[in-house]
């Protein structure tokens, strides 16, 4: 499909890590844009304990030609031993797909 970009999925323990993440994977070229939510509530089963933190979201969008290259980054650059990794295609309009386009890989 014409217009197809990648909208990651994260999150961050801190808002000083997700601003690291954002500032290397676009300088790199890794991602057009890194937005950076409000801080979440997260619930969830980690190694048989329940558990409960604040997490800041974080959203990514890139092509698919540096999906490799920038989960291996985003691997690197992250502080959890299993970070929060989705990954969906999207339509985007025919403009933005270019910005997003030219923006990776560059």
């Not at 890794?30 to 800041?56: H, N």
């Not at 291996?72 to 650059?77: A, I, K, S």
Request: charged share 25%.
């Amino acid at each position: 499909m014409e217009n197809q970009i990648l909208c990651i999925s994260s999150t961050s323990p801190s808002k000083e890590l997700a601003e690291r993440l954002a500032e290397t994977l676009v300088a790199e070229h890794l991602a057009a844009c890194v937005q950076i939510g409000s801080p979440v509530d997260s619930t969830y089963i980690w190694k048989g304990e329940m558990c409960r933190s604040r997490e800041y979201p974080v959203f990514i969008k890139a092509t698919a030609s540096v999906l490799d290259r920038l989960r291996v980054r985003f691997m690197e650059l992250h502080e959890y031993e299993c970070p929060e990794w989705i990954v969906a295609s999207a339509s985007a309009s025919s403009d933005y797909a270019k910005f997003v386009d030219g923006a990776c890989g560059a």
